[in-house]
């Protein structure tokens, strides 16, 4: 018995996390911006579109109210796909997702200073005391309208907000980032789902669903 509780303890271990009895979630706000600009093709900003809409499907998003989630695309103007919202039911899950199959890309130049912006003034609005606030932007390139994308990172900063690059292949520039947040580089919108269930699984703090699977298969051995 000592061995397989043991064994138990390591699985556990391995995976990264504790159980909900151990230690509450951490609450998330987290605004999503989507660069929607014209130098991505319409064939990768549907795979960025469906990776966005497999990921946050899939148990990385839980519907407990410990993650507010808004989505914001970009281009040289800004769309509010979903409002900042804590997700505290599968209804509203299911709109999320809903929101993201109706997006259609702007095609113009590219505001990540102004998203950042927009979001932080989001976040603003809902932080909660004991949140982690953070926007998450994704790009395949650089800002070249808008804000200075890293005067409105600097400020996100110093109001509490990390804010983290999702950069997509060799063009994409993250350097806008103030150092509070991370950056995480895919070569291709191909890997686009892969990086994005990284990302997504660090933010909010839930085990990737991969992770978990080869988890079960751990305890059922050890069983």
Not at 187 to 202: G, M, P, V
Not at 204 to 212: I, K, Q
């Amino acid at each position: 018995m000592k061995k397989l509780l043991a064994s138990a303890a390591i699985l556990l271990g391995v995976a990264g996390f504790t159980t909900q009895s151990e230690a509450a979630p951490i609450p998330v706000e987290l605004v999503l911006a989507i660069d929607g600009s014209g130098s991505i093709s319409a064939a990768d900003f549907l795979l960025q579109k469906n990776a966005y809409i497999n990921v946050l499907s899939s148990s990385l998003i839980t519907t407990d109210g410990n993650i507010a989630i808004g989505v914001i695309q970009f281009d040289d103007a800004l769309q509010t796909v979903y409002a900042l919202q804590v997700i505290d039911s599968a209804a509203k899950k299911t709109a999320l997702i809903t929101a993201l199959t109706n997006m259609t890309q702007l095609g113009g130049l590219t505001a990540i200073g102004d998203a950042i912006n927009l979001a932080a003034s989001w976040l603003g609005a809902l932080s909660h005391a004991d949140s982690n606030e953070l926007i998450d932007v994704s790009t395949d390139g650089f800002s070249n309208s808008g804000a200075n994308a890293a005067t409105a990172s600097n400020n996100a900063g110093a109001a509490g907000i990390a804010v983290n690059c999702l950069g997509v292949g060799p063009n994409a520039d993250c350097s806008f980032n103030d150092g509070e947040g991370f950056d995480i580089l895919a070569s291709s919108f191909a890997d686009f789902e892969t990086a994005l269930t990284q990302k997504i699984a660090q933010e909010t703090g839930v085990p990737e669903p991969a992770t978990l699977a080869l988890l079960g298969l751990g305890l059922a051995g050890v069983g």
